[in-house]
């Protein structure tokens, strides 16, 4: 159950229903197992445990994680990655950031369909395998990998063709079949350690007013592993990112287009953003403007927080629209919650929408702040210092 | 024959057919489509019926029909309208809409179709990206003329990439040209990959001159690493 500090905004009531849980997949992994067929890398202690959707528990591990870096994050907004990075460090929790990883190619898979279903799952599998190498459990950075992966865990499991072609050819590679117990978001992780983040909390974010975005691939590609708490909009809607919002004691506004994707599209918004564009204006930031007037929206996947910061800029500027809400990542959210600093950190100088306003809410000095940065900025022009380090960003 | 009048008349209903055969061949297919109740929900949930002559209700529906004129006129047009976002997949019937386009995107790939051809135009670099690096953006990408609509920080973080690179403490992003760092060794094995699992092939089908250069760059790397290309 979740610890709820911040009530919910929302003007819709929600029932649970019983839902008919489906097959559960554990148990198919675990009689593949007996028969030889795969190795499974069991969740590593300690773990928390937490409720998805058909309300099975999931068992979520604090350490000894094998971070699977994501394309968008790292190259587009790489203070998402950084804030993961750094709440596990201030939590004392040990972890590889490894470069024996290679993209999901799912954001490709997507877009073009320049692939197929064996290629697509041995991509997956070898950095499992990889991750199993190290001893080490793999944590996902990205929603569209993380769904990805657990639809190929599907094909996996059911398709015995499909599973002994990708034996073969990881087999080629020196590498066995392995298969997590469970697939892991990070902001699940995020999600279960909420309430040690909200023990850390220094700033006070009670005046905050949230939009919760969350990632379709999170939630509706296979979808049984999904958090949800029946706190939480009746454990009718994902609780991830909204829980966290909660612990943290910001307040989490609905609004009526929740479901709706945020229109990355993966090849629109490379080659068609005009409707990218439009989607995320008129369906997503106009409606979030008029229903809940939120300080910031906070989502929990690479595509989106691109999508939702990227898209105003135009809107606004050549249409008028009604646009200037801040997007960041869960992560970068908490980060800033626990007191990392807004640029050497979280990074923000990457996004587009001007995030300073909240800052200033947030209580924190942004121009204090880019002043410490350029001073870093500074130290790596005159080679003082080659590259920032962990230390250096406190 | 189909309800729909042949858009597509100049070829053949059997080979209309193969491609169709090709799609139910797909071991996904029967997991995306169970029946159709046209109740739209799938519609409604879609982000690109709302902007785009495209519905997943159709997708669905010609699917179950198998409408093979249909179905190959949306093989070449609407599936690259899909979001591939999957909120479709709330289907009462657990169809997956999106997962239906899925395949037969690959299909038309695998099959070199000249629309499949046409949708991957202005993308080719994407795939060298990611299928040459192993990662699929690279903060070299962001560059003022490629991303006009995206507002006057992206000339910023081109100006000072080097520089704002050096600036994250994660070792392993201090790179412009990928994403993250990348074992060579982990790219000789993603090489593999796409050459055992016929996806080289399919690039061929789509795009050769894309296929010459990752061959390239591939083969290269394959050869000094001991392996023989003999796929």
Redesign the interface.
């Known amino acids: 159950m979740a610890v709820l500090t911040q009530e919910i905004t929302t003007k819709r009531t929600f029932d649970r229903s019983t839902y008919e849980p489906g097959e559960d997949f554990h148990e198919i992994l675990d009689d593949l197992e007996r028969r030889g067929e795969l190795i499974i890398q069991r969740v590593p202690e300690p773990y928390i445990e937490v409720m998805t959707k058909y309300g099975r528990t999931k068992k979520i591990p604090l350490q000894n994680t094998w971070h699977h870096k994501s394309c968008g994050q790292c190259g587009h907004i790489p203070g998402y990655s950084t804030a993961i990075f750094w709440i596990g460090r201030k939590l004392g929790l040990n972890y590889i950031d490894p470069t024996d990883q290679t993209s999901c190619t799912a954001w490709n898979y997507y877009a073009s369909a320049t692939s197929n279903a064996a290629a697509q799952a041995a991509v997956a599998h070898r950095n499992f395998a990889a991750a199993y190498e190290t001893g080490y459990y793999p944590i996902i950075h990205c929603g569209t990998s993380y769904g990805h992966y657990k639809e190929t865990r599907e094909e996996i499991m059911h398709h015995e063709h499909l599973r002994h072609q990708v034996r073969d050819v990881l087999a080629k590679l020196g590498k066995p079949l392995v298969m997590p117990e469970e697939i892991v978001h990070y902001s699940e992780w995020i999600y279960a350690m909420k309430e040690m983040i909200a023990e850390k909390q220094v700033r006070d974010f009670s005046d905050i007013r949230v939009t919760v975005h969350p990632a379709c691939h999170y939630y509706k590609l296979v979808e049984e592993d999904a958090i949800y708490d029946e706190d939480i909009y009746g454990g009718q809607r994902t609780a991830i990112v909204t829980g966290l919002i909660s612990a943290l004691g910001a307040q989490p506004i609905d609004y009526s287009t929740w479901y709706d994707c945020c229109g990355f599209g993966f090849r629109h918004i490379l080659v068609s953003r005009d409707f990218t564009r439009s989607f995320a204006t008129q369906r997503k930031i106009e409606i979030m403007k008029e229903e809940a007037d939120p300080d910031v929206v906070i989502s929990h996947d690479t595509g989106c927080v691109t999508t939702l910061d990227k898209s105003q800029f135009a809107t606004g500027v050549a249409h008028g629209a009604n646009v200037g809400i801040p997007v960041m990542s869960d992560a970068q959210f908490a980060a800033l919650a626990m007191g990392a600093h807004p640029y050497k950190v979280c990074q923000l100088h990457w996004h587009s929408t001007d995030y300073r306003p909240l800052l200033e809410k947030m209580g924190i000095d942004h121009e204090k702040a880019w002043a410490e940065f350029e001073e870093d900025l500074e130290r790596l022009k005159s080679g003082e210092i080659e590259y920032l380090t962990w230390e250096d960003v406190g | 024959m189909g309800l729909f009048a042949d858009k597509y008349p100049e070829v053949p209903y059997e080979e209309k057919l193969r491609l169709w055969e090709e799609v139910k061949a797909?071991?996904?297919f029967p997991?995306y489509l169970y029946g159709c109740y046209e109740c739209g929900i799938c519609v409604a949930?879609c982000?690109?019926a709302?902007?785009?002559d495209f519905s997943p209700r159709k997708i669905a529906q010609a699917a179950a029909r198998e409408d093979v004129e249909l179905i190959f006129e949306q093989m070449n047009d609407d599936v690259?309208n899909c979001?591939?976002?999957?909120?479709c997949?709330?289907c009462p019937r657990q169809n997956s809409p999106g997962g239906l386009i899925?395949i037969l995107?690959?299909v038309?790939?695998?099959n070199g179709l000249k629309s499949?051809q046409q949708?991957?135009e202005?993308?080719s670099r994407?795939?060298y990206k990611?299928?040459g690096t192993?990662?699929?953006?690279?903060?070299d990408?962001?560059q003022p003329d490629a991303?006009p609509?995206?507002?006057p920080?992206?000339k910023?973080?081109s100006d000072e990439l080097d520089?704002?690179?050096?600036?994250?403490?994660?070792?392993?992003?201090?790179t412009t040209k990928?994403?993250?760092?990348?074992?060579d060794?982990?790219?000789i094995?993603?090489y593999?990959?796409?050459y055992?699992?016929?996806?080289m092939d399919?690039?061929a089908n789509?795009d050769e001159g894309l296929n010459l250069i990752l061959s390239d760059v591939m083969e290269e790397m394959l050869e000094d690493a001991g392996y023989e290309i003999d796929f």
Not at chain 2, 164 to 174: D, F, N, S, V
Request: glycine content about 6%; charged content about 20%.
């Open positions: 797909d071991e996904r997991d949930a982000p690109s709302r902007f785009y690259w979001s591939q976002c999957f909120s997949n709330r899925t995107r690959e038309a790939v695998n499949a949708a991957l202005g993308y994407i795939v990611i299928m192993g990662t699929q953006v690279s903060p990408m962001l991303f609509d995206w507002g920080q992206v910023q973080v520089l704002w690179r050096r600036a994250l403490p994660p070792e392993t992003l201090h990928t994403g993250w760092q990348v074992d060794k982990t790219l094995e993603l593999l990959i796409w055992n699992t016929g996806v399919m690039i789509v």
